[in-house]
């Protein structure tokens, strides 16, 4: 191992809390071409238990410093070029932990555009300036008389010509520069202040006409509320230390810097100076590093944010295969039905008028009740947009009036946030060419219950909308984070080989869009896949990608049990050393977790696997083929609840957590308005994250504690402590509505894009609510 590789493994080994050669194995692995799903899962031994968590920080701190190794190589070579590399400096650069430090060290030696202190250099005023800092009894003004020239015309441009020298100095000083830096990360205070004039257009962020506080400690959604009001110019921002107490700290470290010590002549002048440089120069690269700064420190929030949202969302509970009838509500333009199969394939449609202007109500309910009795409908999917709870009750209408006895479907209301991305993509139009857009978000509506994860995969991540500014953050780390999030999601659940659409396959370990829709044509063709080593006859799946995807996909009738299984197709022999220990079929073990009692992991390690794969094995032969995803529960809407109007202070109510912020989280409690459930509110104990408490998905119990109609702000409470609320007015019989993530933390499939739910708790929250976008 090279000095730079160990380097790097030292440094990514703190930041993952792992040992370098932990770091050093999962380096390899990656550069050799091995997905972070496949490493996770099949190569423990290797890596010490990484997990993919790990994974994915350690392969972005790689190429960070594999970055900044190769910036540090540039550098060197740069000086070195100049003829000005010494060994202080060669053990700076090379001592360099970050970016900015390198950057730093490197500013006197960049080569630059011509600026003032190389004018006042070729004008002969350097001396000057060395005459200043070495004779400080000396008048200033007496000094630079002789330097006066047909270029310097008098004593003031002589002296002005020192200052540009010197400034430019302090401003290429790594020593000085990296001190202000910290000066500034412990002082600095964030101020935001309207511009004239922009006080109506921009009152949606009134709460910064007037803002102060500490730039270390600003929560990301208010930074990028603040960035954001810059941005459309309503306000302007400054970043600086406090004018009365900071900035004279800031100016002192400047003049230590120069070394100024007593007060003669030349120190006063000095003095001046580094408050001139400070103002002009270097207050103002501060607020550029630091500007940066929040801003990158506010879009990794933010993404965090949008990446635990979407993997909450992803992994929600399956409804199963069940043939659903999906419902895109709608008025005018009536509500759009789709039926699809337990397989998710299209059945039927048809566009129903129930409401205004046509209101055909009876003809609507016949519609429902025909589509139920003629395809064996078991679930209903409702999209929560509008006119959602009002096709919620023509449905719950339409039900009652089938035959006693006879089976209900049960009706859900479903997220339909990205569901018209997907009816007008391309992806979309390959799969229902001769189906009207509108009709295709019906059936969007209906798979996503069956199951979220293989359809929301065809949405891209951030049309689903569980995060908060992202349009304002960098949209290619967004990207990247939430692919990986998706690509995590997926290889965690497994994926059926011979039911899975390419979009879903192009995101499984090792594949891509072309290989999936490889593996579809040839599905296509051939019929279904008999085995996965039947996957090797795809054309341009080699060896590589097939161990990198083969455990992920799964094979129901295959002749090899295993391909039902998470085991990899490289351990199948170790798990028939298992199954031929128990001495019965491998059938008659899959899931019989008796049979396998008294074995011993240790006793079937090899050269080849290890403890934590023959672990997994006997985990896996416990629960073959199992879903991680939890069991599919349902919240409970209250009856006469509809609209935000109905809301009274003190009610209980159960709803659906559909984002997760910084600041809280919003239920959706079926009144079209998500409330919002300030972290202050979310339990009775301090609540630092408030996903400490609850994920998109939970269902939970609120209590409602404001309503502003108006503003159409809903405030809600989990706090058991009833204090200060009203009692409960006007409790209705509670019915089934939303799949939901249980009382034990069990997932749930309805979700809904954060943006719309709002609160009035008091100055803060309302802010907090007004930014949730």
Same mark, same amino acid.
Request: hydrophobic share 40%; proline share 6%.
């Given at each position: 191992?090279?000095?730079?590789?160990?380097?790097?493994?030292?440094?990514?080994?703190?930041?993952?809390?792992?040992?370098?050669?932990?770091?050093?194995?999962?380096?390899?692995?990656?550069?050799?071409?091995?997905?972070?799903?496949?490493?996770?899962?099949?190569?423990?031994?290797?890596?010490? $238990?990484?997990?993919?968590?790990?994974?994915?920080?350690?392969?972005?701190?790689?190429?960070? !410093?594999?970055?900044?190794?190769?910036?540090?190589?540039?550098?060197?070579?740069?000086?070195?070029?100049?003829?000005?590399?010494?060994?202080?400096?060669?053990?700076?650069?090379?001592?360099?932990?970050?970016?900015?430090?390198?950057?730093?060290?490197?500013?006197?030696?960049?080569?630059?555009?011509?600026?003032?202190?190389?004018?006042?250099?070729?004008?002969?005023?350097?001396?000057?300036?060395?005459?200043?800092?070495?004779?400080?009894?000396?008048?200033?003004?007496?000094?630079?008389?002789?330097?006066?020239?047909?270029?310097?015309?008098?004593?003031?441009?002589?002296?002005?010509?020192?200052?540009?020298?010197?400034?430019?100095?302090?401003?290429?000083?790594?020593?000085?520069?990296?001190?202000?830096? %910290?000066?500034?990360?412990?002082?600095?205070?964030?101020?935001?202040?309207?511009?004239?004039?922009?006080?109506?257009?921009?009152?949606?962020?009134?709460?910064?006409?007037?803002?102060?506080?500490?730039?270390?400690?600003?929560?990301?959604?208010?930074?990028?509320?603040?960035?954001?009001? *810059?941005?459309?110019?309503?306000?302007?921002?400054?970043?600086?230390?406090?004018?009365?107490?900071?900035? /004279?700290?800031?100016?002192?470290?400047?003049?230590? &810097?120069?070394?100024?010590?007593?007060?003669?002549?030349?120190?006063?002048?000095?003095?001046?100076?580094?408050?001139?440089?400070?103002?002009?120069?270097?207050?103002?690269?501060?607020?550029?590093?630091?500007?940066?700064?929040?801003?990158?420190?506010?879009?990794?929030?933010? #993404?965090?944010?949008?990446?635990? +949202?979407?993997?909450?969302?992803?992994?929600? *509970?399956?409804?199963? /295969?069940?043939?659903?009838?999906?419902?895109?509500?709608?008025?005018?333009?009536?509500?759009?039905?789709?039926?699809?199969?337990?397989?998710?394939?299209?059945?039927?449609?048809?566009?129903?008028? /129930?409401?205004?202007?046509?209101?055909?109500?009876?003809? &609507?309910?016949?519609?429902? !009740?025909?589509?139920?009795?003629?395809?064996?409908?078991?679930?209903?999917? #409702?999209? +929560? $947009?509008?006119?959602?709870?009002?096709?919620?009750?023509?449905?719950?209408?339409?039900?009652?009036?089938?035959?006693?006895?006879?089976?209900?479907?049960?009706?859900?209301?479903?997220?339909?946030?990205?569901?018209?991305?997907?009816?007008?993509?391309?992806?979309?139009? %390959?799969?229902?060419?001769?189906?009207?857009?509108?009709?295709?978000?019906?059936?969007?509506? *209906?798979?996503?219950?069956?199951?979220?994860?293989?359809?929301?995969?065809?949405?891209?991540?951030?049309?689903? $909308?569980?995060? @908060?500014?992202?349009?304002?953050?960098?949209?290619?780390?967004?990207?990247?984070?939430?692919?990986?999030?998706?690509?995590?999601?997926?290889?965690?659940?497994?994926?059926?080989?011979?039911? &899975?659409?390419?979009?879903?396959?192009?995101?499984?370990?090792? !594949?891509?869009?072309?290989?999936?829709?490889?593996?579809?044509?040839?599905?296509?063709?051939?019929?279904?896949?008999?085995?996965?080593? &039947?996957?090797?006859?795809?054309?341009?799946?080699?060896?590589?990608?097939?161990?990198?995807?083969?455990?992920?996909?799964? #094979?129901?009738?295959?002749?090899?049990?295993?391909?039902?299984?998470?085991?990899?197709?490289?351990?199948?022999?170790?798990?028939?050393?298992?199954?031929?220990?128990?001495?019965?079929?491998?059938?008659?073990?899959?899931?019989?977790? %008796?049979?396998?009692?008294?074995?011993?992991?240790?006793?079937?390690?090899?050269?080849?696997?290890?403890?934590?794969?023959?672990?997994?094995?006997?985990?896996?032969?416990?629960?073959?083929?199992?879903?991680?995803?939890?069991?599919?529960?349902?919240?409970?809407?209250?009856?006469?609840?509809?609209?935000?109007?109905?809301?009274?202070?003190?009610?209980?109510?159960?709803?659906?957590?559909?984002?997760?912020?910084?600041?809280?989280?919003?239920?959706?409690?079926?009144?079209?308005?998500?409330?919002?459930?300030?972290?202050? @509110?979310?339990?009775?104990?301090?609540?630092?994250?408030?996903?400490?408490?609850?994920?998109?998905?939970?269902?939970?119990?609120?209590?409602?504690?404001?309503?502003?109609?108006?503003?159409?702000?809903?405030?809600?409470?989990?706090?058991?402590?009833?204090?200060?609320?009203?009692?409960?007015?006007?409790?209705?019989?509670?019915?089934?509505?939303? /799949?939901?993530?249980?009382?034990?933390?069990?997932?749930?499939?309805?979700?809904?894009?954060?943006?719309?739910?709002?609160?009035?708790? $008091?100055?803060?929250?309302?802010?907090?609510?007004?930014?949730?976008?």
């Amino acid at each position: 191992m090279t000095q730079t590789a160990d380097r790097i493994a030292r440094s990514i080994a703190a930041d993952i809390n792992a040992r370098p050669d932990q770091v050093t194995a999962a380096v390899g692995l990656l550069d050799g071409g091995a997905t972070v799903p496949f490493v996770a899962r099949y190569r423990k031994e290797a890596t010490g $238990g990484l997990d993919d968590t790990q994974l994915r920080t350690l392969a972005d701190r790689l190429t960070y !410093l594999r970055d900044l190794e190769a910036r540090r190589e540039v550098i060197l070579g740069s000086i070195k070029e100049q003829g000005k590399l010494t060994d202080a400096l060669a053990r700076a650069i090379a001592g360099a932990e970050t970016k900015a430090a390198l950057e730093d060290i490197y500013l006197p030696f960049k080569p630059k555009r011509r600026t003032k202190a190389m004018i006042a250099r070729e004008n002969g005023l350097e001396p000057l300036l060395r005459a200043i800092l070495d004779n400080r009894n000396a008048l200033p003004e007496k000094l630079a008389a002789g330097y006066i020239t047909e270029a310097v015309p008098s004593t003031k441009e002589a002296l002005d010509g020192a200052r540009d020298i010197l400034t430019e100095e302090l401003s290429e000083h790594a020593d000085l520069l990296g001190r202000l830096r %910290e000066f500034m990360h412990a002082e600095a205070i964030i101020s935001a202040r309207v511009q004239p004039g922009k006080e109506d257009e921009g009152v949606k962020f009134s709460d910064y006409f007037d803002h102060r506080e500490k730039w270390a400690t600003i929560p990301s959604h208010r930074a990028l509320a603040i960035l954001r009001a *810059a941005k459309e110019q309503v306000v302007t921002v400054d970043i600086a230390p406090d004018p009365d107490t900071g900035a /004279p700290r800031a100016v002192t470290m400047v003049e230590a &810097a120069i070394g100024i010590t007593g007060s003669e002549p030349g120190d006063i002048w000095l003095r001046e100076v580094a408050g001139w440089t400070w103002r002009v120069k270097l207050s103002l690269t501060m607020y550029v590093d630091l500007m940066g700064e929040l801003r990158k420190r506010a879009h990794d929030e933010a #993404i965090a944010v949008f990446g635990r +949202n979407l993997k909450d969302l992803l992994l929600a *509970a399956p409804a199963g /295969p069940r043939a659903t009838l999906g419902l895109d509500p709608g008025i005018r333009t009536g509500v759009k039905a789709a039926v699809v199969d337990a397989t998710g394939k299209l059945l039927a449609t048809a566009t129903l008028y /129930p409401f205004q202007p046509k209101n055909d109500l009876r003809v &609507a309910q016949a519609a429902v !009740l025909e589509l139920v009795r003629q395809h064996g409908i078991e679930l209903i999917a #409702i999209g +929560n $947009g509008t006119a959602s709870r009002e096709t919620e009750r023509m449905v719950a209408d339409a039900l009652k009036q089938l035959p006693q006895g006879t089976p209900r479907p049960s009706s859900v209301i479903v997220s339909e946030a990205g569901a018209s991305v997907y009816s007008a993509s391309e992806l979309a139009a %390959e799969e229902f060419p001769d189906l009207d857009v509108s009709l295709r978000g019906a059936v969007s509506i *209906a798979r996503r219950l069956q199951d979220p994860l293989a359809e929301l995969v065809k949405i891209t991540p951030q049309s689903i $909308g569980v995060g @908060q500014y992202q349009h304002d953050v960098d949209q290619r780390r967004l990207a990247q984070t939430l692919d990986a999030v998706v690509e995590d999601a997926v290889n965690a659940v497994g994926v059926d080989l011979n039911m &899975a659409s390419a979009p879903l396959l192009a995101r499984v370990a090792g !594949l891509g869009p072309s290989l999936a829709q490889a593996i579809v044509a040839h599905r296509d063709a051939e019929g279904v896949f008999p085995s996965r080593k &039947a996957l090797l006859k795809v054309s341009g799946l080699g060896p590589k990608a097939f161990e990198q995807c083969a455990g992920f996909l799964r #094979i129901r009738d295959s002749s090899e049990p295993l391909d039902a299984t998470s085991v990899h197709p490289e351990a199948y022999d170790v798990a028939r050393r298992v199954v031929q220990a128990c001495g019965r079929d491998i059938r008659a073990i899959m899931g019989a977790p %008796e049979a396998l009692k008294g074995l011993r992991a240790e006793d079937f390690v090899d050269d080849r696997f290890g403890l934590p794969t023959v672990r997994d094995i006997l985990a896996e032969l416990e629960k073959p083929g199992r879903d991680p995803r939890p069991d599919f529960v349902t919240a409970r809407l209250a009856d006469g609840i509809d609209d935000i109007k109905d809301l009274r202070p003190g009610m209980s109510l159960e709803g659906t957590v559909t984002n997760v912020a910084a600041f809280g989280a919003f239920v959706d409690i079926g009144v079209h308005q998500d409330g919002l459930v300030h972290v202050s @509110q979310l339990a009775d104990r301090f609540v630092k994250d408030p996903h400490e408490v609850v994920r998109t998905g939970d269902v939970v119990k609120v209590r409602v504690t404001e309503v502003d109609v108006a503003r159409k702000r809903i405030g809600l409470s989990m706090r058991k402590d009833n204090a200060g609320s009203k009692p409960p007015a006007d409790k209705k019989p509670p019915r089934n509505a939303n /799949p939901g993530r249980g009382p034990k933390g069990q997932n749930r499939q309805k979700s809904q894009q954060g943006s719309t739910g709002q609160s009035a708790l $008091g100055a803060a929250l309302m802010d907090a609510m007004r930014k949730q976008k």
